[in-house]
């Protein structure tokens, strides 16, 4: 299996402009997670679906982020306009199945740097 | 007060030594999260913990849920052990919210 594959692994852009950022969770995991990294704040996990299905998006910053997951093997994380306080680097990751009955391990794409300037 | 601490915040150690790291959270727990993230970035999954202990390999992770306390132990630790090691914790009530350690940057030198 290729795990989770994130693209595009580093983006620089310039403020005001739209940004989306892909992920293909693990073939077969029902569960998958939009994480963002940066040094001040460390990991903060922004949205997670369970089925495709939006569970708990209470981490979303702002009205400029948005998640979609059309169908199970995609998703994306979108923001519109970037500003410079978004960069950071935008984990994905995907595990078996996470409720709050049972937990599964996650496992995390690989990162989009995205510097926006 | 942070939901969850992690002690050191940094950690050097010498190849071979027993290696100790510690999460202290103060909310009500569904499960527990050991994550390593190597210096090049990439996070690996470690642990789930809910209870007791697990082991794999050099490592062992306990958890104290009365004490709100989980380890990760590293035996005979090795220069490539060099991480930051990561506790996150899946809070109850309803929020099912998870909720991260900033982090221990453990070295490891030959």
């Known amino acids: 299996d290729a795990g989770v594959i994130q693209s595009p692994r580093h983006e620089v852009t310039e403020m005001g402009q739209e940004v989306t950022l892909r992920c293909k969770p693990i073939s077969g995991h029902n569960s998958l997670f939009w994480y963002r990294q940066t040094m001040m704040r460390g990991l903060e996990l922004l949205i997670y679906f369970n089925n495709n299905v939006p569970i708990d998006d209470s981490g979303m910053p702002e009205d400029r982020f948005s998640a979609k997951m059309p169908n199970a093997s995609f998703s994306t994380l979108k923001i519109q306009p970037s500003e410079p306080r978004d960069s950071a680097v935008y984990f994905c990751a995907s595990s078996p199945e996470w409720t709050e009955s049972s937990y599964n391990e996650q496992f995390f794409g690989p990162g989009t740097r995205l510097t926006v300037l | 007060k942070n939901e969850v601490e992690q002690s050191p915040q940094n950690l050097t150690a010498q190849e071979g030594e027993f290696i100790t790291i510690n999460c202290s959270y103060s909310?009500?727990?569904?499960?527990l999260h050991w994550l390593q993230q190597h210096p090049g970035g990439g996070i690996v999954s470690l642990f789930m913990l809910s209870s007791g202990k697990k082991k794999h390999g050099r490592l062992i992770a306990t958890i104290n849920i009365q004490e709100k306390h989980s380890s990760l132990h590293i035996t005979a630790s090795h220069p490539r052990d060099s991480a930051v090691y990561i506790c996150?914790?899946?809070?109850?009530?309803?929020?099912?919210?998870?909720?991260f350690g900033k982090g221990m940057k453990l070295t490891v030198n030959p």
């Open positions: 909310v009500g727990i569904s499960a």
């Open positions: 996150a914790l899946f809070s109850q009530g309803g929020s099912e919210k998870l909720v």
